[in-house]
């Protein structure tokens, strides 16, 4: 990584969803930030701290995304809220959406963090949300570092890019 | 002929990038690197990366699916 220089571009995320579906639009982005020498920061908070735990079991719901189609046998199968109710059925959904991720080459989460990782990209765990959900800095990733919202604001503040997503 | 290659057919964004990214930081400055994707976004991302990181986007073809790159270290 680039020393913060006058040219140098920052961009933080907040991270605070942690379904796989969403698991992946900070980790796009913030990888691909840091290939093109940005200086990432990114800030995990809520559910999108469980991204940064050693063992990853990420899911997909129905429930609340009527937008959410699956392709299957050259059609589109919508998933109405309704069917979140079966049992099951956001195994199957989550089991399809794997599938899809594999045979498409787009790269697993796991994949994408290690790249964040290698990247140098910055992540903060959020110190209240380990407290409120008694989680243990101990079952996260290496290399991580714990804050809370000042220390975002800081980053944020000199930034050039802030998300939330 | 390009100092190295970089095989990314098969692999969807931001993968391409990424393992371009990686290969050109072991390379020296001059060299080139040859780029080979399936992905058509890559297209517009690999110039995009290229404007950004000021590595110097030489040419760029296609046939059939896979699309080239070739690619200047900066």
Same mark, same amino acid.
């Given at each position: 990584?680039?020393?913060?220089?006058?040219?140098?571009?920052? %961009?933080?995320?907040?991270?605070?969803?942690?379904?796989?579906? !969403?698991?992946?639009?900070? #980790?796009?982005?913030?990888?691909?930030? *840091?290939?093109?020498?940005? /200086?990432?920061? $990114? #800030? =995990?908070? =809520?559910?999108?701290?469980?991204?940064?735990?050693?063992?990853?079991?990420?899911?997909?719901?129905?429930?609340?995304?009527?937008?959410?189609?699956?392709?299957?046998?050259? @059609?589109?199968?919508? %998933?109405?809220?309704?069917? +979140?109710?079966?049992?099951?059925?956001?195994?199957? *959904?989550?089991?399809? @959406? &794997?599938?899809?991720?594999? &045979?498409?080459?787009?790269?697993?989460?796991?994949?994408?963090?290690?790249?964040?990782?290698?990247?140098?990209?910055?992540?903060?765990?959020?110190?209240?949300?380990?407290?409120?959900? /008694?989680?243990?800095?101990?079952?996260?990733? /290496?290399?991580?570092?714990?804050?809370? *919202?000042?220390? !975002?604001?800081?980053?944020?503040?000199?930034?050039?890019?802030?998300?939330?997503? | 002929?390009?100092?190295?290659?970089?095989? *990314?057919?098969?692999?969807?964004?931001?993968?391409?990038?990424?393992?371009?990214?990686? $290969?050109?930081?072991?390379?020296?400055?001059?060299?080139?690197?040859?780029?080979?994707?399936?992905?058509?976004?890559?297209?517009?991302?690999?110039?995009? =990366?290229?404007?950004?990181?000021?590595?110097?986007?030489? +040419?760029? +073809?296609?046939?059939?699916?896979?699309?080239?790159?070739?690619?200047?270290?900066?």
């Amino acid at each position: 990584m680039l020393d913060a220089g006058d040219n140098t571009k920052k %961009m933080t995320i907040i991270v605070t969803k942690g379904t796989l579906d !969403w698991a992946y639009p900070p #980790f796009i982005l913030g990888t691909t930030a *840091a290939a093109m020498d940005v /200086e990432v920061t $990114m #800030f =995990f908070t =809520f559910y999108g701290l469980g991204l940064l735990k050693k063992d990853l079991d990420l899911k997909v719901t129905t429930l609340g995304n009527p937008a959410m189609e699956m392709p299957m046998g050259g @059609m589109h199968m919508s %998933m109405p809220n309704i069917v +979140s109710m079966v049992p099951g059925v956001d195994r199957m *959904a989550t089991t399809m @959406m &794997k599938n899809l991720i594999k &045979k498409k080459g787009v790269a697993s989460i796991e994949d994408l963090r290690e790249a964040a990782v290698d990247m140098e990209v910055k992540m903060i765990a959020c110190q209240m949300t380990l407290d409120l959900f /008694e989680l243990d800095k101990k079952d996260m990733i /290496e290399g991580i570092e714990i804050g809370g *919202a000042a220390t !975002w604001m800081e980053e944020a503040t000199k930034s050039d890019i802030n998300l939330y997503i | 002929m390009a100092d190295q290659t970089l095989d *990314a057919k098969g692999l969807n964004c931001p993968l391409p990038i990424l393992k371009t990214k990686k $290969m050109l930081k072991g390379m020296t400055a001059g060299q080139t690197l040859e780029v080979m994707a399936t992905d058509p976004g890559s297209i517009a991302d690999m110039t995009a =990366f290229c404007n950004q990181t000021g590595n110097e986007l030489m +040419s760029q +073809s296609n046939e059939g699916d896979v699309y080239t790159f070739e690619i200047k270290v900066a």
